[in-house]
């Protein structure tokens, strides 16, 4: 497996067998944006693919529950910090399994790692590496860290962050422990008094608690979109490098961000919106292929024109679906080898579906041509499983997957419909069965009738 390494900007060869992986979760103080249903499909893919070609992989994502825009949401609402935090962590989890994203092996909060924190930032107190200001706050010196900014390459604006040092001995410093103010309505006792840690902190701690590895590096991949890198990434490393002696990562990998109209998609823009949205109108799925055809460096720009051209591309593989047996596979060795090697190559996505879109033209000219052909039938459902595994899409049963959008009401009325028309066929009044099948036809259900029973569809935009 090659992977993009951000800090070397070349594809970085992963040899190890036993994967250690750790992306940077949600800070669950508002419902999941598009941005972080993107950063959870890429790296959902990588864990998908990795244990695909063998790998063992431990995939740690961390929930950041105590935060300014929690303590923020508390006094706003008076609620309390478990009420916040619980629910947007809940409906968090609904929505990225809505999207077939496989629940992480390890998912540390904050708040449960306080004690880890305190003691790295402790070690960085003691190893000269941070500093406590007359008002409490405890600060690292990023000036005593001398490969600081070697991972983002980052050049800090000096005029700009000269303003907002007040207490800090460099503006390239960062906070490792804000001190409880008066009112303050969460903190924590700690050696430096009481408060609650910086963003940073929380990573380095639960990473060294949760999955580090013996030698140069904790983890292998250390993942998050690419508005992270700097500064956060940059401070975990320094962090890690300093307090453990240790590298934080041998690989840096970064997901691109989320545009609209060109635009990045962020809340002050005002043309962000929320996953729950897109998951009233469409299937977590349809949304899950969309966001996985854009390879994950790059940005995504989001346009519904493309979002149902992505699912006219899984209709595809549903038809396909629809025409073989699952029950009955044989491995087609080589469409494995070169889908695999594809995504083996930095998640070369773009190469995997045309790959996919070969197998299912040729698959369907076949059965055309040979409809009794069970050989290529038995490798397109090999084919099929395969991609369902990897990319987590295509599960469905056909029928559930071409009804999807129907509402319970409406589901009702044309299974009415339908068992009234079976009627009048027995009765063999098919004028009234025709028109039957023509009012269905106005409401965009198409029928096909099977020896046994009647399967229906909705057509798309009826
Ligand atoms: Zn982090």
Redesign the pocket.
Known sequence: MHIYDSKTKQKLEIREKDIRLYV?GPTVYDDAHLGHARSAVAFDLLVRTLRAVGKQVTFAR?VTDIDDKILKKMAESGKSLEEITSGYYESYKEEMAKLNCLAPDVEPKATECIGDMIELIDTLIKKGFAYQTASGDVYFDAAKDDKYLTLSGHKLDETVSRIEASEKRNNKDFVLWKSAKEGELVSFDSPFGRGRPGWHIE?SAMIKKHIAKEGKYQIDIHG?GSD?LFP?HEN?AAQTRCGYDQELSQVWMHNGFVTIGGEKMSKSLGNSFFLRDALAKYDGEIIRFYLLTTHYRANFNFSLEDLESSKKRLDKLYRLKKRVDMAAQIEDAEFKKEFLSALEDDLNISKALALLDERIQAANEAMDKNPKDKETKAKAAFILSLVTNVLGVGAKSPNDYFQLGVSDEERAKIEELIAKRSEAKKAKDFMAADAIRDELKKMGVELMDTASQTVWEKLPGV
């Open positions: 940077c961390n990573c998050g992270l956060h975990e």
